[in-house]
């Protein structure tokens, strides 16, 4: 995925701390509503290969606005103990 089409996206990034990064990433037209969003998680984060390919997705959400779709998956996103179970549940742990 270029680096670009992330950035524009992106809404909260955070390092875990046994390496991947959580993000929260905008995934409709910016502008345009409903507004979509990802939980993913990053587990190449600081590798060559960081920047390949598509994160695995924990959590999708849809809302009227960024901050309501952001307001949603934060909290998750924001514990170390519920991303852990996310992964595990999808298999990535």
Do not use: F, Q, W
Not at 22 to 46: D, H, Q, Y
Not at 64 to 74: D, I, K, Q
């Amino acid at each position: 995925m270029p680096d670009g089409l992330l950035n524009d996206g992106l809404l909260y990034e955070r390092p875990l701390p046994h390496g991947p990064v959580v993000r929260i990433r905008r995934t409709s037209v910016k502008g345009l509503t409903p507004v979509t969003a990802v939980l993913e998680v990053e587990r190449r984060a600081g590798t060559p290969r960081a920047s390949s390919g598509i994160p695995p997705m924990l959590a999708l959400c849809e809302g009227a606005s960024e901050s309501e779709v952001l307001g949603r998956l934060v909290a998750e996103a924001g514990d170390d103990a519920t991303v852990a179970r996310l992964m595990r549940d999808r298999g990535l742990r």
